[in-house]
Antibody
Framework: QVQLVESGGGVVQPGGSLRLSCDTS????????MHWVRQAPGKGLEWVAF????????HYADSMEGRFTVSRDNSRNKLFLQLRSLRAEDTAVFYC???????????WGQGTLVIVSS | YVLTQPPSVSVAPGKTARITCGGD??????VHWYQQKAGQAPVLLIY???DSASGISERFSGSSSENTATLAIRRVEAGDEATYFC???????????FGGGTKLTVL
């Protein structure tokens, strides 16, 4: 079955950077679109970014474009999210998720928590 | 594009809960529904307005009409307590849009 395991979260100071990873298994990663979605403590879901199966197309939520970068390594079945210029309001659980553009999100990881605090 | 959900819905066990998701001409969109239990990741329940995801109980169903999509949960059980989110793709911005979520309480 589909497995998505995020890592790389932690505590970072405002203005800092962090790189999140998502290890995938149970499906053909190299032919699958992928998302990052975040959820601030006690809040709703907020879409972050989408990347096409081959990495040729990437799309971001307006508030994150320019600060966050999504990428993938199909040879290692891994998805990444580079976070830069982090702010307190970026504190959230970040989920890796499987889904195609203009379709539903079919599988979610358990998430990794990012805390931005001095 | 904005999806509006009621913050909370309460229902007695065995009854039917209906959770709405309002949006401009939402019936022209494909609406998807997710369930998130406390401390867990979301799970896909319903996709494309009314199709059930694999392994999901037939008690869950979806529909959409004009400006409102609805998730119905029949014969509600205590284990259905969760927050439910609707989702569409905004075709103009190509962004994923989530509703604010509805917390279902089983009385």
């Amino acid at each position: 079955q589909v497995q998505l395991v995020e890592s790389g979260g932690g505590v970072v100071q405002p203005g800092g950077s962090l790189r999140l990873s998502c290890d995938t298994s149970g499906f053909t990663f190299s032919t699958s679109g992928m998302h990052w979605v975040r959820q601030a403590p006690g809040k709703g879901l907020e879409w972050v970014a989408f990347i096409r199966y081959d990495g040729s197309y990437k799309h971001y939520a307006d508030s994150m474009e320019g600060r966050f970068t999504v990428s993938r390594d199909n040879s290692r079945n891994k998805l990444f999210l580079q976070l830069r210029s982090l702010r307190a309001e970026d504190t959230a659980v970040f989920y890796c998720a499987k889904g195609e553009i203009l379709r539903f999100i079919e599988s979610w990881g358990q998430g990794t928590l990012v805390i931005v605090s001095s | 594009y904005v999806l509006t959900q009621p913050p909370s819905v309460s229902v007695a066990p065995g009854k039917t809960a209906r959770i709405t998701c309002g949006g401009d001409n939402v019936a022209t969109q494909r609406v998807h529904w997710y369930q998130q239990k406390a401390g867990q990741a979301p799970v896909l329940l319903i996709y494309d307005d009314s199709d059930s995801a694999s392994g999901i109980s037939e008690r869950f169903s979806g529909s959409s009409s004009e400006n409102t999509a609805t998730l119905a949960i029949r014969r509600v059980e205590a284990g259905d307590e969760a927050t439910y989110f609707c989702q569409v793709w905004d075709s103009s911005s190509i962004h994923v849009i989530f509703g604010g979520g509805t917390k279902l309480t089983v009385l």
